[in-house]
């Protein structure tokens, strides 16, 4: 079975802090690893995409790592900023259809305080 | 950037009442989506639509209905909502990115809360 699982389900950092989340994965055949950002109450936002031949990736202070080997992939944020605080999504896509499913984690909540 | 638009962000409604759920986008994307997503949990894929006059239900069943008349707008359905209805609904879009990957654009979401 396809899935996506996240950890940990949340994490309270301090400012200026850094952390890690993780995200292990079943999808296969494997096309792509996405992270997004979702505020609350708002619609995810892409951070990164990666392919199976990409193991970083970085967009700002946010950097992606991809092992398609052991099908693991992090998501690195350094030096938080209070703005950081939101659920961070990781989603992986199949390459097994025309439509290219899309298999969504449930995301862990991060909150940094000042 | 993206440009995709929901209306109503948030909604209210009795038990019984039809609603529609309005999705527009302006970047000139042919496949949308509309997703279900309760707190803390994972978006669920209800309906999607590779273009004009096509439309086919997601993973997880709804009672819900789309259509897709124009290209931009992508609009969802419940002829009779209940309060098992209550949750958020995402709309997405996404463009290709040459043979690599297809990247999905969401709008804001509408809360729909059903009494």
């Known amino acids: 079975k396809n899935q996506v699982e996240q950890s940990p389900q949340s994490l309270i950092i301090l400012e200026g802090k850094n952390c890690t989340l993780q995200c292990n994965y079943t999808v296969s055949p494997f096309s792509n690893l996405r992270w997004y950002k979702q505020d609350t109450g708002r619609g995810p936002v892409s951070l990164t995409i990666m392919t199976f031949s990409e193991n970083t990736k970085s967009n700002g202070r946010y950097t992606a790592t991809l092992d398609a080997d052991t099908k693991q992939s992090s998501l690195h944020i350094t030096a938080s900023q209070l703005s950081d605080s939101a659920s961070y999504i990781c989603?992986?896509?199949?390459?097994?259809?025309?439509?290219?499913?899309?298999?969504f984690g449930r995301g862990t909540q991060l909150t940094v305080w000042p | 950037e993206a440009d995709i638009y929901q209306t109503p962000r948030y909604l209210v409604i009795g038990t019984g009442k039809k609603i529609t759920l309005e999705c527009s986008q302006t970047m000139g994307h042919d496949k949308m989506y509309w997703y279900q997503q309760d707190p803390g949990m994972e978006l669920h894929l209800i309906h999607y639509s590779y273009g004009v006059n096509s439309t086919e239900k997601g993973d997880l069943s709804s009672e819900s209905t789309v259509s897709r008349i124009r290209t931009e707008h992508f609009p969802l359905t419940l002829e009779s909502a209940r309060p098992s209805h209550t949750s958020q609904y995402l709309c997405a879009s996404s463009v290709q990115r040459g043979s690599s990957y297809n990247e999905q654009f969401f709008g804001p979401g509408t809360r729909l809360t059903v009494l």
């Open positions: 989603v992986v896509k199949d390459r097994g259809s025309t439509l290219g499913r899309l298999y």
